[in-house]
């Protein structure tokens, strides 16, 4: 059980280094028309990328009106915003990915944030076991983090905790909620349908921790909050890496669907837009997204996030690839047993082979002939793979941009000085994923928009942010 600091992160140098398909030496007239056949189908040409922000806009309205639609634009109950001059020490409780972890986060003012972390492995019986023996976990992981970093309360007051807990939960208030169903190889038995703050809570109580649940948090809301303690006029967090999802600040009034408290003037909004157009009336897709999709776990949902996200790329890549092999326009018609299996080819390979600007595609060469076993590569075979690889990483972007061109323009955030934080590898490591954003929305809005709204690397969102979200939900009551 290390205890790992979180480094605070920079956004990487790492631009692509695009190739032109007017420079690659064809083999063949078919091999050409088949890479311009793929470029067609894969460019989100300015006009389309307009229509689908017009129906992102559609998608956000009818989410806002009720409940049920295709983006659940889902009520966070976190009201007010937050300036950086808050101070304090608040715990986080991040649980729903590989390794649960416990955050300590000590809010200094003036946008300051230190942070101690403990990360800690939950046993596989555990995640699929009896639901009381899970939260139970959590609770002595709480305990034990506080042990070791020799943290007490004074007197008897209680550590407030933000508990960002990654599955879909229907929230019924800042710390109150209903777990839809469970995600990600988790099943403990008998929690569908229940509460997970409750069930912390009692956790916490029965070991007398002086701990208190302050919030439920989802991460798209905790990135923003996270944002916004050093940039006070940030509007939107977006998640970017294995899934994708984002949150935006709403006026109350708009939310015509929410029947709670109206004397806050707005709250944040849980898009779940990775699920926008389920209806397929928009969206480009390809054969080679519709060969993923029904190959994974959820056929027919989450569409957009299956063309923008971290666990999907690679795979449509492979796609590609594969497609073009069987026609004998790659690789000589050979295959690789490696590439042969699904998921093998890892949305990382996909930002080594961008940033690869060597006149031999050297990189490229590593990643298909040392990793992927291929016996054999051309520099023609290597500069097709690199402009496959930049046509589907391009589309992610572009499409990303058309998501949040729609908030953008929904909130008319574009027009003031406004920021928007990410999280996640994708945004983090792909190469000038960035750039395809920013060239995205001015194609909307114009080179204004270069001025007003900044998009930068948000940190932690599931530990910062959900601290934060303590803090507020704090505020709020008091
Ligand atoms: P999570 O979303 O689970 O919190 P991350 O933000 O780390 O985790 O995102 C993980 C996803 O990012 C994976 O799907 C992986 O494919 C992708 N990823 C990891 N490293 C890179 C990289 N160097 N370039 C592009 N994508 C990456
Ligand atoms: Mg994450």
Not at 36 to 63: C, V
Not at 450 to 467: E, H, K, P, T, Y
């Amino acid at each position: 059980m290390a205890s790992t600091p979180i480094a605070s992160k920079i956004i990487p140098k790492a631009a692509r280094v695009p190739i032109d398909p007017a420079q690659i030496e064809y083999t063949s007239n078919r091999q050409k028309n088949a890479v311009e056949a793929l470029i067609n189908e894969f460019t989100i040409y300015p006009q389309l990328l307009q229509d689908i922000k017009a129906n992102f806009m559609e998608g956000m309205n009818k989410g806002l009106k009720k409940d049920g639609e295709t983006m659940a634009m889902v009520t966070s109950y976190v009201m007010g915003r937050l300036d950086g001059s808050e101070v304090g020490s608040y715990l986080a409780l991040d649980v729903g990915g590989t390794n649960l972890r416990v955050v300590a986060v000590h809010l200094t003012g003036g946008g300051e944030i230190t942070t101690r972390q403990t990360k800690y492995r939950i046993d596989e019986r555990l995640k699929v076991g009896d639901a009381k023996a899970l939260f139970d976990f959590m609770a002595v992981c709480v305990d034990s983090f506080l042990d070791e970093h020799q943290i007490t309360v004074r007197g008897d007051t209680q550590f407030e905790l933000g508990f960002t807990f990654s599955f879909p939960v229907l929230q019924t208030s800042i710390n109150r909620g209903t777990l839809i169903t469970w995600t990600k190889g988790f099943n403990a038995a008998g929690m569908v349908g229940k509460d997970p703050v409750a069930y912390l809570q009692d956790a916490f109580n029965r070991r007398h921790l002086p701990v208190r649940v302050a919030a439920l948090v989802n991460d798209t809301v905790g990135t923003l909050l996270a944002h916004a303690y050093n940039h006070p006029d940030t509007c939107m967090g977006v998640i970017l890496g294995t899934g994708c999802n984002g949150a935006y600040i709403e006026k109350i009034e708009n939310i015509t669907k929410w029947k709670g408290d109206a004397s806050a003037e707005e709250m944040i909004i849980n898009m779940e837009f990775g699920a926008f157009d389920k209806e397929r009336v928009i969206l480009p897709l390809t054969m080679f997204d519709n060969k993923m999709d029904r190959k994974s776990v959820n056929p027919n949902k989450q569409i957009l996030e299956k063309m923008i996200a971290g666990m999907y790329l690679g795979e449509i890549t492979r796609n590609i690839l594969l497609n073009l092999i069987d026609r004998r326009l790659l690789f000589e018609g050979n295959i690789s047993p490696d590439l042969n299996q699904m998921w093998t080819f890892e949305t990382a390979y996909m930002s080594t082979i961008e940033a690869d600007g060597s006149a031999t595609l050297h990189a490229t060469r590593k990643i298909l002939e040392s990793t992927l076993n291929f016996s054999s590569t051309t520099i023609n075979d290597r500069q097709i793979v690199k402009l496959v690889v930049q046509l589907v990483g391009k589309r992610a972007a572009r499409l990303s941009a058309a998501a949040i061109a729609g908030v953008l323009e929904h909130t008319g955030a574009w027009k003031q000085k406004a920021a928007i934080g990410i999280d996640g590898s994708l945004f983090e490591y792909y190469p000038s994923f960035n750039t395809d954003i920013m060239d995205g929305l001015e194609e909307v809005f114009g080179p204004v928009v270069r001025q007003n709204v900044s998009i930068g690397l948000a940190q932690d969102g599931s530990g910062v942010g959900a601290a934060l979200c303590a803090l507020l939900a704090a505020k709020h009551s008091n």
